[in-house]
């Protein structure tokens, strides 16, 4: 069983940086996620754990072991890709068979681990097709199956369930989070869907622009996001940012926005008067009573809920979730409440630290 | 219905027109002398001979030529084969400085006639001490196949994806190992035509030959049957025949066992997304 440390990893491509210098402790038998938007440098810093990439400075380790230079078969890693990758050439068995053919184990234990994986993920009818007769899904099952049949130390996941359609992605999370569960292996997931991320992690890394923004367990990030860019990222409808200014008064802090003036509790020390941004989620924004008004610009019925949208003065405008038997009018001026308990607050730009301290 | 057979009417006739001479060719070298100019000429030979043939083959170095000849060809197709899918690979998976340029350097040597080229390339030759040497004419084919067959390659190279390659290293194979079990099947069909045209290049090739080497022992086909049966005063024009259709035979067999490669797709299938 083995961790996986990144220690001031850096990583240039000519002269582009792709990641700045990663710091990202895995602990053994993790499933931990790497969330960010396309281009901040997930499947790079994947491809340098699995030894495709080579770090232009810094340390990664597996286990106890330093990897930088060991190359990609000596690493005791597995990896799904997002293409699958399968040999176009080999039957379903030949693939994945191939690795264990590669490490040089004789025929009968190959056979034995193949079938064990082959029925683990419902292959065995398939164990003689070409990967081009199979379909998106059972493609995706061998790649995962030609993973699985070495029982390696971390598995690495490059965004292996995108090409899947809504409810087999959903069927195939779950399997994996059992799959995690069984094997107790460190697993070590890119994704730029926040769900897969949500549902499936024991912690995630959220990555912007090749920096690392917060390291936490799920709860956590979406509960306290440690910035700006975290807070907008994380949760669907995403979270209300209003750009205001913070104002020190009589012990105690207020926000104020056009339209808006709130207290907000629990700052940190470094907290000072001045610019600053509001966060605010959907679910605490209350319709019905409170000392604020807006006009309904838009009603969204999900079946189980209600997004609604509202104007408020200055072009501020706030996404509220409403219960499913409270449809507000179009148009109609309504008054709404901010649970200031639950608020963030971030200093100004796009990655403002937190402000005040978690609910 | 009367589209149908227009099309099956011009197909077939242009089938008619780029067939003629091949028959021609074959009908011609197997009529005895006194037919050859017999008037009006006559469709089928009266009776059929095989006496060229057989002159060719006994009283000929036509085998000497024949076996120089795929030697050469082989030989050529080998290396060219060789270098170019280790170059494409390199061209296509590593990247390095001045890559492109790389690249289209290689195709530069298009732009020169091969007449400017051959006189250095003897000089050079004889240098080398391999003047009139198979081996010189296998150097001097490999200058001018290599780049087609490396741009062809490069093609075909580019077309495979990075990830089955990547998928081999993680499951535990070398780089050389992971280009023997992934990229080279993928790249059969790339191969296979780019030796089919490297071995008719070669093959058919004359201009060097003429220059390059000067012996019996060494000429090729081409320009050992030239040699043999045109003069300035006379074409032996039935022996000149049968020594084509013998000539035509390799390259119409490996035609027919390669076809399938040359038109069957490529991995179709191996990636998705
Ligand atoms: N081989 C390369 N050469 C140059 N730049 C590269 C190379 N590979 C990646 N990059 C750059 O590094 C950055 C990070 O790329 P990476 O593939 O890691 O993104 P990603 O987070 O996986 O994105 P996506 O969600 O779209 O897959 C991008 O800006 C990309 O353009
Ligand atoms: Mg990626």
Redesign the interface.
């Known amino acids: 069983m083995a961790g996986v440390e990144f220690s001031r990893v850096r990583k240039e491509f000519g002269g582009f940086t792709a990641i700045e210098a990663l710091d990202l402790r895995i602990e053994e038998g993790e499933f931990v996620s790497l969330l960010g938007p396309s281009g901040c440098g997930k499947t790079t810093t994947l491809r340098m754990l699995a030894g495709l990439e080579f770090p232009t400075a810094g340390e990664i380790r597996i286990g106890e072991r330093v990897v930088n230079d060991v190359p990609p078969g000596q690493r005791d890693i597995a990896m799904v890709f997002q293409s699958y990758a399968l040999y176009p050439h080999m039957t379903v068995r030949r693939n994945m068979e191939y690795p264990l053919r590669k490490r040089g184990l004789p025929a009968a234990e190959r056979q034995a681990s193949v079938l064990m994986a082959a029925e683990m993920l419902q292959l065995t009818e398939l164990l003689d097709r070409k990967p081009r007769q199979l379909s998106g899904g059972q493609q995706q099952r061998v790649a995962l199956g030609r993973a699985l049949v070495r029982d390696p130390q971390v598995f690495l996941f490059d965004e292996p369930l995108s090409n899947l359609d809504a409810k087999l992605r959903g069927h195939m999370r779950a399997e994996l989070v059992e799959l995690h569960a069984r094997l107790g292996r460190t697993m070590v997931y890119v994704t730029h869907d926040q769900l897969e991320a949500m549902t499936m992690s024991d912690r995630i890394a959220i990555i912007l622009a090749g920096e690392l923004q917060q390291f936490a367990p799920p709860q956590e990030v979406y509960r306290a996001p440690a910035n700006r860019f975290v807070a907008g990222f994380i949760g669907m409808p995403s979270m209300n940012l209003v750009d205001g200014r913070l104002a020190h008064g009589s012990g105690s802090w207020q926000f104020m926005a056009p339209g808006i003036a709130l207290p907000v509790p629990a700052l940190a020390e470094t907290a000072v008067a001045g610019e600053a941004c509001l966060g605010v989620r959907p679910e605490h924004v209350h319709i019905g009573a409170g000392e604020l008004q807006g006009r309904v610009q838009l009603v969204e019925q999900t079946g189980h809920e209600n997004i609604v949208v509202l104007a408020v003065a200055g072009g501020i405008r706030l996404t509220c979730r409403t219960p499913a038997s409270m449809i507000p009018r179009m148009g109609d001026t309504v008054d709404f409440r901010i649970d200031s308990e639950r608020v963030h607050v971030f200093a100004p730009g796009d990655t403002g630290p937190r402000l005040n301290l978690p609910a | 219905m009367m589209r149908r057979i227009l099309f099956n009417l011009s197909v077939w006739s242009a089938v008619l027109i780029v067939a003629f001479p091949l028959f021609w060719m074959v009908v011609t070298s197997l009529k005895p002398q006194v037919e050859l100019w017999a008037r009006p000429p006559a469709l089928l030979p009266l009776e059929p001979t095989l006496e060229h043939y057989l002159t060719l083959l006994r009283d000929t170095s036509f085998l000497v030529y024949f076996r120089n000849s795929v030697l050469l060809s082989t030989a050529t197709t080998l290396l060219v084969i060789g270098v170019a899918a280790l170059g494409a690979y390199s061209l296509v998976r590593f990247r390095y400085r001045g890559r492109e340029s790389l690249a289209m350097l290689v195709l530069f040597t298009y732009l020169l006639p091969s007449v400017i080229l051959i006189l250095p390339l003897y000089l050079m030759m004889v240098k080398l001490g391999l003047a009139n040497t198979l081996v010189s004419l296998v150097l001097a084919y490999t200058t001018f196949a290599l780049p087609y067959a490396l741009w062809l390659l490069r093609s075909f190279m580019a077309g495979i994806?990075e990830?089955?390659e990547?998928?081999?290293?993680?499951?535990?194979?070398?780089r050389l190992?992971a280009f023997r079990?992934?990229i080279l099947?993928?790249l059969l069909p790339g191969i296979i035509s780019t030796a089919l045209f490297t071995f008719i290049l070669s093959w058919n090739e004359y201009l060097f030959a003429l220059v390059l080497v000067n012996s019996d022992a060494t000429r090729p086909l081409t320009t050992g049957v030239m040699n043999m049966l045109i003069s300035s005063f006379n074409i032996e024009w039935s022996m000149l025949m049968a020594a084509s259709v013998m000539m035509s035979l390799p390259l119409i067999i490996a035609f027919s066992l390669l076809q399938k490669y040359l038109t069957r797709g490529f991995?179709?299938?191996?990636?998705?997304?």
Do not use: F, H, I, M
């Not at chain 2, 990547?166 to 070398?174: I, K, M, N, Q, Y």
């Open positions: 994806p990830d089955l990547s998928a081999a290293l993680v499951d535990g194979a070398t190992g079990d992934v099947p993928q991995g179709a299938g191996a990636v998705k997304g």
